[in-house]
């Protein structure tokens, strides 16, 4: 999904308006009739069917005809939405290139009014595992379509409470700078996935302060769940930073353990494969694992001093719920990808083409962020609409589902996942700016200059 910002500088304040009056209907439509946009946005002299014209030619709105006459928010819409509103509050002032494609997220460089380059990250959950979710029958016996841009929404929320948390316990982590709708802000990182490092110059330290790292978070009570040469970053003084936070779970969560060997053995294979660190070297039973992995002296989850209770009382101060968590588990879970997997002759490029474009047929986004005086306004006018109604992006109790996980079925997961981001990196079907762009471009100063695109007056 290509973030053309030109669109952006030309977008007027009916345009907005209208934005997010569509936005506001999703609280509780998954298609927003026209008449109640029109009733919301209530522009002078039938002005909304004109302005949702413009909006649905630049793809900022998607338009359903099959039951009535309604619009819903695309990504592309909810990122302008997010855009402005951080644009509005002088988080930044213009975007820059496209620095990162995640599995479920794009990361681009936005620069402050002073030059400063910082990283914005927009989630877009439902890019990769649409049509795993799709299977969840139970889920479906009650909704037709799906709450991506909540649950991209909380996504966010969860990894700004959690950077934010982290920076203050010490850890290596980009600075959070702000956070609204499905979009966080933080510091732009100097360095390079570990995944594109070819050689270090010591990587027994770097190797130590990862695995130091996977410890120091259990003690605090926290599993990364995705620690991995993909979310790892290396500067050139051999510094580690980790990022990618939205499916961390507590020491406590059911399936813990197994998270927390699994973020291990992920950096034992890593290091062993692309720095030949031996770590058999002492084991000699190479058919008992148990043995092997006590030999080679690998953390053990028991044996780690853990102090709970971190998930619930540091990150709901920064608004992110215990309900917020189980939405986010629920969706995000291994279940999901169990399915996404479950269909081994396809590769995993082709699932996210096809799954993107199932999105965008059918994506459903739910809850807003910030809202202006403008938005308040909207809001008295539609209050009665609303009455009565169920918060944004809930789950009917009955559709909870349990997840069941078991070992072999993640290292599949976790095997396609890394098969998928190489071939981003390589740079797969999809003309992303790669991620080895800093390295092939001769570092990341001279790309200060490449922001050009001010975003003008909102
Ligand atoms: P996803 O959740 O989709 O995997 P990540 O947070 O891992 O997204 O980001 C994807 C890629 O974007 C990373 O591998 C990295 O190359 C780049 N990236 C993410 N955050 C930053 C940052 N703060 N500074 C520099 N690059 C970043
Ligand atoms: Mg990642």
């Known amino acids: 999904m290509k973030l053309d910002v030109d669109v952006l500088r030309y977008l007027s304040k009916d345009d907005f308006r209208v934005l997010t009056a569509v936005e506001m209907g999703m609280r509780n439509h998954e298609i927003v009739p026209s008449e109640l946009i029109d009733r919301i946005a209530s522009l002078k002299h039938g002005g909304t069917y004109k302005v949702l014209k413009n909006l649905?030619?630049?793809?900022?709105?998607?338009?359903?005809?099959?039951?009535?006459?309604?619009?819903?928010?695309?990504?592309?819409?909810?990122?302008?939405?997010?855009?402005?509103t951080l644009v509005n509050r002088g988080v930044f002032t213009a975007i820059g290139r496209q620095i990162g494609v995640g599995k479920e997220s794009d990361i681009f460089e936005v620069?402050?009014?002073?030059?400063?380059?910082?990283?914005?990250?927009?989630?877009?959950?439902?890019?990769?595992?649409?049509?795993?979710?799709k299977s969840k029958r139970d889920y479906l016996k009650h909704r037709s379509s799906y709450n991506w841009l909540y649950l991209s929404r909380l996504a966010a929320l969860k990894e700004?409470?959690?950077?934010?948390?982290?920076?203050?316990?010490?850890?290596?982590?980009?600075?959070?700078?702000?956070?609204?709708?499905?979009?966080?802000?933080?510091?732009?990182?100097?360095?390079?996935?570990?995944?594109q490092v070819k050689e270090l110059q010591n990587p027994d330290t770097v190797f130590d302060t990862i695995i130091g790292l996977?410890?120091?978070?259990?003690?605090?009570?926290?599993?990364?769940?995705?620690?991995?040469?993909?979310?790892?970053?290396?500067?050139?003084d051999e510094k580690?930073?980790?990022?990618?936070?939205?499916?961390?779970?507590?020491?406590?969560?059911?399936?813990?353990?197994?998270?927390?060997?699994r973020d291990v053995e992920c950096i034992f294979k890593f290091f062993s494969k692309r720095f030949n660190l031996s770590f058999e070297e002492?084991?000699?039973?190479?058919?008992?694992?148990?043995?092997?992995?006590?030999?080679?002296?690998?953390?053990?989850?028991?044996?780690?001093?853990?102090?709970?209770?971190?998930?619930?009382?540091?990150?709901?101060?920064?608004?992110?719920?215990?309900?917020d968590q189980d939405d986010i588990e629920r969706f995000t879970g291994d279940d999901v990808e169990k399915d996404l997997d479950s269909d081994d002759t396809e590769s995993a490029d082709e699932h996210i083409e096809k799954d993107e474009g199932h999105f965008e047929e059918e994506?459903?986004?739910?809850?807003?962020?910030?809202?202006?005086?403008?938005d308040t306004e909207m809001k008295q006018d539609v209050v009665s609409e609303n009455e009565g109604l169920n918060d944004l992006g809930t789950v009917p109790e009955e559709d909870r589902q349990t997840e069941h996980e078991n070992e072999p079925e993640l290292t599949k997961r976790l095997n396609k996942q890394r098969r998928r981001a190489i071939q981003a990196v390589q740079g797969g079907r999809k003309n992303f700016t790669s991620r080895n762009s800093y390295k092939d471009k001769g570092g990341r100063s001279s790309h200060n200059s490449k922001i050009q695109k001010q975003l003008g007056n909102w």
Do not use: W
């Open 282 to 323: 002492n084991a000699g039973h190479s058919d008992d694992s148990k043995v092997d992995s006590e030999e080679v002296g690998r953390p053990s989850f028991a044996d780690i001093k853990k102090v709970t209770g971190f998930l619930d009382k540091e990150l709901s101060a920064s608004g992110f719920t215990r309900k």
């Open 160 to 195: 700004f409470a959690f950077m934010k948390a982290l920076e203050e316990h010490g850890f290596p982590v980009p600075l959070a700078v702000d956070s609204n709708r499905h979009c966080v802000v933080m510091s732009l990182i100097q360095g390079y996935p570990l995944v």
């Open 240 to 261: 580690v930073t980790m990022i990618d936070f939205p499916q961390m779970v507590s020491v406590s969560h059911h399936n813990a353990q197994m998270y927390f060997d």
């Open 111 to 133: 620069a402050k009014e002073d030059g400063t380059v910082l990283a914005m990250k927009l989630h877009r959950l439902g890019r990769v595992s649409f049509r795993a979710v």
């Open 56 to 84: 649905l030619k630049h793809k900022l709105l998607h338009h359903d005809s099959s039951k009535y006459d309604g619009f819903r928010l695309t990504y592309l819409g909810y990122d302008f939405l997010a855009i402005k």
């Open 214 to 236: 996977v410890v120091r978070l259990a003690e605090h009570g926290l599993i990364h769940c995705d620690f991995n040469e993909f979310n790892i970053m290396i500067d050139d």
């Open 363 to 374: 994506g459903n986004p739910v809850e807003q962020g910030e809202t202006s005086k403008e």
